[in-house]
C-alpha cells in the first residue's frame, strides 16, 4: 500500500500521469492486496483512497463486496450488514428473532470492537439495538429484559430506549424504571472520570453533562405524563442547571411542565428570563403567547410579543470584528469583505451534503426575493466543510443545488488548507451547519444556527433580524 501511494505522490508531482492514470496504479495496488490477502485495513485505506480520487460509487461498492467477501467477520462486512438492516422498512415483526439477529451481531462480526467511540460502526450498532428493542417491547418478551437490557451499559444507551417506550406509549412504568436507571447511570458517568486522560477530561465533562441533562428531561416528561408534577419539576430544574439554561428544548419543557400545572406567574417569568437572555426559540414565543392569553383574556397578545421579539433579539445581539476574506463566487468574480464594511451582510454556511442546510434554502429564497431592491443587504451563501478532493467536481455539485433547487444565490466558495480546514469558518470558529452570521458595518451582530423548521419560520427569523438591523 506504501508503494502505490509513494508512486502516486510522486507521479502527480512531476506532472507525467493526469489522475485517471494515478487510479489505475492505485486500482492495481488493491488488486495485488487482494492476490497475497493483505489486511482487511490496508486494502480498505487503498479503497477509499481509490474512491476519493474517482467517485466511483460503482466500482467502491463492489471492491467492498470483494473485502466483506474475504474478511466475513470484519469491518466492512458488518457496514454492509447494517446497511442491509436499515435499508428495511421496518424491523421483522417476530420479536424473538429480532432478540436472537441482535445478539448475533458479536459474534458473527468477531473482530470488530463496537465498544469503541471512534469505531463508526458503534453508532450503527446502538441504532439497531435501539430499533429492535422498541420493535418487540409491546410483547414483554422475557428474552429481551434478560438478554438485552443489561446490554445497556451507559447513560445515553438507557435514555434512548427510555425514550423509544415512552413514545410506544403502551408501557409507561417500564419507560420511568428505565429513564430512572438513565439518570442514575448519568450521575455515576458525571462523577467518575477516572478512567479519562487528564487532557480530556474537561470534554468528557461537558458531554456527560449533556447526557446526565437529556436523561432527566425524559425522566421528567414521563412523570409528567403520570401526573408526578412536583417529581417531574424537581428533574427539569435539575435538567436545566446541568446545561446552564442554554437549551431552549429543556427550557420550553419546564414552562410547559409549569402551564400544566396552572402555575402561569412562574411559568411566564422563567420564560421571559430565558427568552431575553437568548435561550429561547420560537417554541418559548408560542408557549409565552398562549399563557398571556389565559392571563388576559380581554386583551390582544399582539403587542406582547413584538416587545418579547425585540427584547429576545437584544439578548442576543454581539459586537465582534468580523473576518477579513476574499472569495471566489460560482462565476470566478472575487467578493472582498473590504467592500461590504458599510452594509448589512446575511453570511450563510452551507455544505451540499447538509440536508437541513438545503432545506432551510427556500424560505431564504423568500428573504433573497424580499430584500433584493435593498442596496444596504447583501446576502452571501458560503459553501464549506465539503468532502471533495477535486475542485471542478465540488463546483458542479453546488452549481447542481442551485439548479436542481432553482435557487439565485450568490455563493462563494471557502477555501480549504493542506489539512482540509476551511479557512473562513476556521475564522469564525464554528464547526456545524447551518450557519448564519449577520454583520453590519464589518461587525458581528447575529449568529444564528440551525434550520428554523419551515420556509415561513426561516424568512420570519431573517425578518426579524434584518428588520432590527436595518
Known amino acids: 500500500m506504501k508503494k502505490a501511494l509513494i508512486a502516486i505522490v510522486l507521479i502527480c508531482l512531476i506532472g507525467q500521469v493526469k489522475a485517471q492514470d494515478s487510479s489505475k496504479v492505485l486500482l492495481k495496488a488493491i488488486k495485488d492486496s487482494f492476490a497475497i490477502k493483505a489486511s482487511e485495513k490496508s486494502i ?20 467492498y463486496q470483494e473485502v466483506a467477501k474475504m474478511y466475513p467477520n470484519g469491518t466492512v462486512a458488518a457496514f454492509l450488514y447494517f446497511n442491509e438492516i436499515f435499508s428495511r422498512e421496518s ?16 459474534p458473527r462480526f468477531s473482530s470488530v470492537d463496537f465498544t469503541k467511540s471512534t469505531n463508526p460502526l458503534s453508532a450503527n450498532y446502538n441504532q439497531i439495538r435501539y430499533m429492535y428493542f422498541s420493535s418487540f417491547i409491546d410483547q414483554d418478551s422475557a428474552l429481551t429484559m434478560e438478554k438485552v ?10 435514555n434512548m430506549v427510555a425514550w423509544y417506550v415512552f413514545e410506544k406509549g403502551t408501557h409507561i412504568k417500564l419507560a420511568e424504571k428505565i429513564a430512572k436507571d438513565a439518570v442514575d447511570k448519568g450521575l455515576v458517568e458525571l462523577s467518575d472520570s477516572s478512567k479519562v486522560p487528564k487532557e480530556n477530561r474537561a470534554e468528557w465533562k461537558k458531554y456527560s453533562m449533556t447526557n446526565y441533562a437529556m ?7 414521563i412523570l409528567a405524563k403520570e401526573g408526578n408534577f412536583n417529581e417531574a419539576k424537581t428533574a427539569q430544574k435539575e435538567a436545566i442547571l446541568m446545561s446552564d439554561a442554554k437549551e431552549a428544548t429543556l427550557n420550553n419543557n419546564y414552562i410547559s411542565l ?33 399563557l398571556f392569553v389565559i392571563q388576559n383574556p380581554n386583551k390582544s397578545s399582539k403587542e406582547y410579543i ?10 442576543q445581539l454581539l459586537d465582534i470584528d468580523g473576518p477579513s476574506f476574499s472569495l471566489k463566487d460560482l462565476n470566478g468574480n472575487i467578493v472582498n469583505s473590504n467592500n461590504l464594511k458599510d452594509k448589512i451582510v446575511v453570511m450563510d454556511f452551507w455544505a451540499t451534503w447538509c440536508g437541513p442546510c438545503k432545506a432551510s434554502f427556500p424560505g431564504m429564497q423568500l428573504a433573497v426575493n424580499k430584500y ?10 458560503v459553501d464549506t466543510f465539503e468532502r471533495f478532493s477535486d475542485p471542478n467536481q465540488r463546483h458542479k455539485a453546488v452549481s447542481t443545488v442551485m439548479k436542481d433547487m432553482k435557487l439565485n444565490f450568490q455563493v462563494l466558495l471557502d477555501q480549504p488548507d493542506k489539512g482540509n480546514n476551511y479557512l473562513l469558518a476556521s475564522k469564525l470558529n464554528f464547526n456545524s451547519i447551518p450557519t448564519k452570521f449577520i454583520l453590519k458595518n464589518g461587525k458581528i451582530k447575529f449568529k444564528l444556527t440551525g434550520f428554523a423548521g419551515s420556509d415561513e419560520a426561516v424568512l420570519d427569523e431573517m425578518d426579524q433580524v ?3 438591523l436595518n
Open 44 to 63: 480498505l485505506t487503498d479503497v477509499n483512497a481509490y474512491f476519493s480520487l474517482t467517485n466511483d460509487l460503482k466500482r467502491k461498492d463492489s471492491l
Open 91 to 106: 424491523p421483522p415483526s417476530d420479536s424473538e428473532m429480532n432478540v436472537k439477529a441482535f445478539l448475533a451481531i458479536k
Open 149 to 158: 437490557y443489561p446490554e445497556l451499559k451507559t447513560c445515553n444507551d438507557l
Open 215 to 221: 436523561a432527566l428531561d425524559t425522566y421528567s416528561q
Open 258 to 290: 409549569l402551564f400544566s400545572g396552572k402555575e402561569f406567574d412562574s411559568a411566564r417569568i422563567f420564560g421571559e428570563r430565558i427568552f431575553f437572555a437568548g435561550n429561547g426559540d420560537k417554541n418559548t414565543i408560542n408557549l409565552l403567547d398562549s
Open 306 to 315: 413584538k416587545t418579547l421579539e425585540k427584547k429576545g433579539l437584544e439578548g
Open 372 to 381: 433584493k431592491d435593498n442596496k444596504n443587504i447583501v446576502f452571501l451563501f
Open 466 to 468: 434584518l428588520e432590527y
